[in-house]
């Protein structure tokens, strides 16, 4: 039985934590000021102002101003008006008010226009090709559980595929016989045209899809998505694309690119809450595709892509929050977000072959955006990033021996790179590495 004085203490603690927790994150939220100005970014070429407007929009985000974030590629960080979102969300659905009494706040049991709406107007696609799910990892799955394939059945796909890409080919390939292929792509990629080349000699009279990741999460390479969908297209190919990564970073339109399914995760570029992802499939696909994940409306041709969100209870404050992220991305504007992404990882990686290391970023600038990555032997990639983590609160990812992949979100100012590649440079004087 539960005591008095033991009741109390509980109590007590549970109290002070929850102000704790009103007192720490909302207070910051309230302290952040408002959205600059996006005028200061149409008033000419004009650097101190562009300069003025990233470093006010890099106080929208929680991560403190002694960090430096180079680390986009595996999760971005949401900025205020995605936070004040969710919140809004949890306060609106959570009191249970809902005008039907039939209505709860349960996401996987309906159409939700509301967030799909623009969404599809931000992917270039319409609402019913559009499916709301939690993240790129479960639409791959989606796709390469729900297409009909048979032994010996051949996949195509690269060798730089996300785990959550690749997987779920395996299991198919374990399961029922179907054959993956890969391709092997050049570090880095010279060109549109090697890509394709490599992609077209790989195919085989069993080949039924090519699957790719439109940024590959091994280098950055941004793939000509349009061109291998083209020729995936023209050989009577299902196309179906990884792009976990370009959702934020780059305008994107799935109609443009000709694929028949795409997949994304826009926790990292567009800095949308974890757990909020999209499967689009083209409508002339979508009833060649079955669920993965089973509950009422399964079956309903009518509800086309819509079937394939019908996922069970869920997370409804995330969809807020995800509609604020895409409100954001599109008043900022993506031409200027892309520029910016681009001209930031312009100088990190010029400036890092300055210091000898080898690039694995394409030369061909329609082939980079955001994530430069280059191999910088001998330097032992794991305990550098440690370092510069745990000493100097830099944060990088990379991946063993020697690779580093710097990401480069549009709120970093170029005096972080600069302390980014003073302290590359201490370690390696520290550490007696030429």
């Given at each position: 039985m539960l005591d008095r004085r033991h009741f109390l203490t509980t109590a007590t603690a549970g109290l002070v934590a929850s102000l704790a927790f009103r007192g720490n994150l909302?207070?910051?939220?309230?302290?952040?000021?408002?959205?600059?100005d996006h005028s200061l970014l149409d008033q000419g070429k004009n650097d101190k102002n562009e300069d003025a407007y990233w470093a006010e929009l890099r106080k929208q985000f929680l991560i403190p101003a002694d960090e430096i974030y180079l680390n986009n590629g595996t999760v971005g960080s949401s900025p205020a008006p995605v936070l004040r979102a969710v919140f809004d969300g949890y306060t609106t659905t959570e009191r249970m008010d809902q005008q039907d009494p039939e209505d709860y706040p349960i996401w996987g049991y309906g159409a939700w226009n509301e967030f799909r709406d623009p969404l599809a107007a931000f992917v270039g696609c319409h609402r019913d090709e559009i499916a709301l799910l939690r993240n790129a990892t479960e639409a791959n799955s989606y796709i390469a559980n729900g297409l009909d394939m048979k032994a010996g059945d051949e996949v195509l796909m690269t060798d730089q595929e996300h785990p959550g890409g690749e997987h779920p080919w395996n299991l198919k390939a374990k399961r029922y016989g179907v054959v993956v292929k890969r391709v092997t792509l050049p570090r880095p990629v010279k060109d549109a045209a090697q890509v394709l080349n490599l992609f077209n000699d790989a195919i085989t009279p069993r080949t039924r899809v090519i699957f790719f990741s439109h940024i590959t999460t091994f280098s950055g390479v941004v793939l000509p998505a349009k061109e291998i969908c083209g020729l995936a297209r023209s050989k009577g190919i299902l196309s179906a694309v990884d792009g976990a990564h370009v959702a934020g970073m780059m305008r994107l339109n799935v109609h443009d690119l000709g694929c028949d399914m795409y997949s994304s995760s826009p926790h990292k570029w567009l800095q949308a809450p974890k757990g909020s992802g999209f499967l689009y499939v083209r409508d002339e696909v979508i009833d060649r595709m079955w669920n993965t994940?089973?509950?009422?409306?399964w079956d309903d041709s009518k509800i086309r892509a819509e079937r394939f969100q019908r996922i069970g209870s869920s997370n409804?404050?995330?969809l807020w929050g995800l509609r604020a992220s895409i409100k954001l991305a599109n008043d900022i504007g993506l031409d200027r977000i892309e520029s910016r992404h681009r001209k930031l990882a312009d100088y990190i990686l010029d400036e890092m072959k300055k210091r000898g290391a080898e690039s694995w970023t394409s030369p061909d600038p329609a082939l980079r955006c955001a994530?430069?990555?280059?191999?910088?032997?001998?330097?032992?990639?794991?305990?550098?990033?440690?370092?510069?983590?745990?000493?100097?609160?830099i944060r990088i990812r990379g991946g063993d021996p020697h690779k580093l992949r710097l990401s480069t979100p549009y709120y970093l100012q170029k005096k972080d790179i600069d302390r980014f590649l003073e302290k590359f440079d201490e370690y390696k004087k520290t550490n007696r590495i030429t």
């Open positions: 909302f207070a910051q939220l309230e302290k952040i000021p408002p959205l600059p994940i089973v509950t009422e409306g409804v404050p995330a994530i430069v990555t280059v191999n910088v032997p001998p330097v032992p990639r794991m305990d550098l990033e440690n370092w510069l983590w745990k000493t100097h609160k």
